[in-house]
């Protein structure tokens, strides 16, 4: 029998032991079938972490790192909003799952015997928490205005650094804000904004945000991309490199 | 399957691994060399590079 074809055997009596048994709530599919792409995450994940933890970056000229700034202490917060983000939530299942692969896709040809639960199983309803994470993400975004406003008054000057800082202070801004879930809460939970107070106000604030909505997983990508490019770029000026110049003098 | 379909199923089945590949490499390249006595400049270009390639991994579709 060839390798592939064991593997899928054993794959199958897996989820055909699991559909008869409660497990499958508690441990999906997506975790226990050989899956090569979510194991190689879970490990450069891991990987990424202790490269964190065993390398930190010291405040450098005024700069503060956005992984060591005092927000670190409550980091699980802003990485389980990030976690149960909807656009890194469609990203994992069709990337790292690969199940479902798209909309009403059938390419997998297991739509019978590996229905796709949504938040149904015990793991995946965590996912319904992003609407209280929200709060907890929204409170933490004036620390990141801070670490801008520390790096101005170090030496009174607007440096390239400074822009770095606050490019990831307005691209997280940008993705928080283009929320789901607030999207919910300023508006999209009325269901007559003519009868509703102030709804004309709240009509155009959710059509705004609305526009930005459309966005979110561009916006997603980019803030965690430039979260990455401030720590690597503070990690070279701690290095030494030349990339850091005064614009101008306060 | 037409031509065009195939190269983007292609694409869609490279831009994991390169994503992948990527962060592996801003890792490894970026942090694990410091032990290994690479200038400063050769580390900083491992490092972009494997910044281009997580942002290909992300854009290819």
């Known amino acids: 029998m060839h390798n592939n074809q064991i593997v899928e055997v054993f794959s199958t009596g897996i989820h055909r032991n699991l559909q008869k048994s409660v497990a499958k709530y508690f441990f999906p599919y997506e975790f226990i079938e050989s899956n090569w792409r979510l194991w190689t995450f879970i490990i450069i994940i891991a990987l990424g972490s202790w490269a964190l933890i065993a390398y930190p970056v010291s405040p450098i000229n005024g700069y503060i790192d956005p992984f060591y700034s005092p927000t670190v202490l409550i980091v699980p917060i802003p990485g389980l909003f990030r976690l149960t983000c909807y656009a890194y939530r469609k990203d994992y299942h069709r990337h790292l799952f690969h199940h479902p692969l798209a909309c009403e896709n059938t390419e997998r040809e297991d739509a019978a015997t590996r229905r796709y639960t949504g938040e149904k199983n015990a793991v995946f309803q965590f996912e319904n928490l992003h609407r209280y994470l929200l709060y907890a993400g929204i409170l933490l975004l004036p620390f990141f205005y801070y670490d801008f406003y520390v790096s101005l008054t170090y030496a009174n000057s607007l440096r390239i650094g400074s822009l770095v800082i606050l490019a990831n202070a307005l691209t997280l801004t940008a993705w928080t804000l283009s929320c789901h879930a607030f999207r919910h809460i300023i508006g999209g939970n009325i269901d007559c904004y003519s009868c509703a107070r102030a709804g004309g106000a709240r009509n155009s604030v959710w059509r705004i945000q609305s526009w930005w909505n459309s966005r979110h997983e561009a916006l997603a990508w980019i803030s965690l991309l430039t979260i990455f490019f401030t720590d690597l770029y503070l990690r070279g000026l701690t290095a030494g490199l030349p990339i850091d110049h005064i614009l101008f003098n306060f | ?61």
């Open chain 2, 1 to 61: 399957m037409s031509h065009s379909q195939s190269r983007h199923l292609v694409r869609r089945e490279m831009k994991y691994p390169i994503f992948l590949l990527g962060m592996f490499i801003i890792i490894a390249g970026g942090i694990g060399v410091q032990h290994l006595g690479v200038p400063v400049s050769t580390e900083a270009a491992t490092v972009a590079l494997g910044f281009v390639l997580v942002v290909l991994g992300l854009v290819i579709e």
